[in-house]
């Protein structure tokens, strides 16, 4: 009788590991209002503003994880959430650790040295470009190609 049972125990938790994998895979769930309440010590007039606002951000933020938890490299994403969940957990934490290394990942070669040519499109990176360098400024701040020659000196 206790085999029949032991065996129905061992049934019942093979399943387990998988369980436990998909929970690790999975977007953490934390409680955010404890580090908002906290915020609202560090406002000015209005607290209350100040904590919807920081409840908003999270909960944006854990919206946008779900959206593209799967993209981020797995590595990544277990750094990433042992970093956001302590001391105060936050899910803007977590996005900014993720976006950061996945940028890190498109630019560097696993050994540390620039890519030669990064594309940043593939990995959903098309974030503003950089513009053009701008013109020394002369005098009074106008660029010296617009600048209006000195006169020529008379000599006497």
Same mark, same amino acid.
């Given at each position: ?8 125990? !061992? ?5 387990? @590991? ?17 580090? $908002? +309440?906290?915020?609202? *010590?560090?406002? =000015? ?7 919807? =606002? $920081? ?8 919206? *946008?994880?779900?959206?593209? !938890?799967?993209?981020?490299?797995? &590595?990544?994403?277990?750094? $990433?959430?042992?970093? =956001? ?11 900014? $650790? ?8 498109? +630019?560097?070669?696993?050994? &540390? #040295? ?9 990995? &959903? ?5 950089? @513009? ?5 400024? &002369?005098? *009074? =701040? ?5 600048? #209006? ?8």
């Amino acid at each position: 009788m206790h085999r029949l049972i032991a065996g129905f125990v !061992w049934i019942a938790l093979l399943p387990l @590991p998988v369980l436990v994998a998909a929970k690790l895979d999975a977007v953490p769930v934390f409680d955010v209002a404890p580090s $908002c +309440l906290q915020a609202r *010590e560090y406002a =000015g007039v209005n607290r209350n503003l100040t904590y919807q =606002g $920081c409840m908003k951000d999270e909960n944006d933020a854990r919206a *946008e994880l779900v959206r593209k !938890w799967t993209h981020f490299n797995a &590595g990544d994403r277990k750094d $990433c959430v042992a970093q =956001g969940a302590s001391p105060m957990p936050s899910y803007v934490e977590i996005l900014t $650790c993720l976006e950061m290394s996945d940028e890190a990942n498109a +630019l560097y070669n696993p050994d &540390g #040295t620039a890519r030669a040519n990064p594309d940043r499109s593939i990995r &959903g990176l098309t974030g503003p470009t950089l @513009p053009a360098p701008a013109a020394p400024l &002369g005098s *009074e =701040g106008v660029p010296k190609s617009e600048e #209006t020659p000195p006169a020529p000196k008379s000599v006497e």
